[in-house]
């Protein structure tokens, strides 16, 4: 039988990086005020390659749950 705390030691790691990425994003999104670091922040966006973007994401959404 697996120990109780062997799902949460083998998910922590990827669930901390989440949060990390999340409160990296929030902190160049919504929140900015400043016109042009909204401009700055934008532009870089819009010169962001699709396959880039694509790939950055796809981290976070190709997962699967640990076995065992």
């Known amino acids: ?5 062997a799902y ?14 999340s409160f990296t994003a929030g ?3 919504q ?4 016109p042009i670091a909204v401009a700055l922040r934008d532009n870089a966006l819009r010169l962001t390659p699709a396959r880039a973007a694509l790939r950055s ?10 076995v065992g």
Request: no cysteine.
């Open 57 to 66: 994401m796809a981290r976070y959404a190709d997962w699967r749950p640990p």
């Open 8 to 21: 949460d030691e083998q998910r922590r790691p990827r669930s901390q990086a989440v949060a990390r990425a």
């Open 27 to 29: 902190r160049f999104g």
């Open 1 to 5: 039988m697996p120990r109780p705390d």
């Open 31 to 34: 929140q900015l005020r400043n």
